[in-house]
Nanobody, 128 residues
């Protein structure tokens, strides 16, 4: 079992930055691939970014490439999402998710159904 707790959300003006954290409890965090998803009001949950167990491979949605950066610290059981140049359309509840790793490559990193554990989410609001 893995429990995930997101933090770092808040309100920011367009062009600003936020750093989200996702702390994992339980053993073997370093054997899990991690993902960030988001869900805006009235919209489906969408993929943001994924990072493999070692941090050597990352996958980004086109909408956040060049603005968001994912990283992880396995010693601290934490994955981070640095969000820069935020836009109003980034407003959403952000969720982190975990799935067991198989090798270094994440197969279908954007597929939410393949993630086994989810956090409760943290709200990000960007005002224009």
């Amino acid at each position: 079992q893995v429990q995930l707790v997101e933090s770092g959300g808040g309100s920011v003006q367009a062009g600003g930055s936020l750093r989200l954290s996702c702390a994992a409890s339980g053993r073997s965090f370093s054997t899990y691939n991690m993902g960030w998803f988001r869900q805006a009001p009235g919209k489906e949950r969408e993929f943001v970014v994924a990072i493999n167990w070692s941090g050597s491979r990352t996958y980004y949605a086109d909408s956040v490439k060049g603005r968001f950066t994912v990283s992880r610290d396995n010693a601290k059981n934490t994955v981070y999402l640095q969000m820069n140049s935020l836009k109003a359309e980034d407003t959403a509840v952000y969720y982190c998710a975990a799935r067991k790793s198989i090798g270094n490559i994440i197969v279908e990193p954007s597929k939410a159904l393949l993630y086994d554990y989810w956090g409760q989410g943290t709200q990000v609001t960007v005002s224009s």
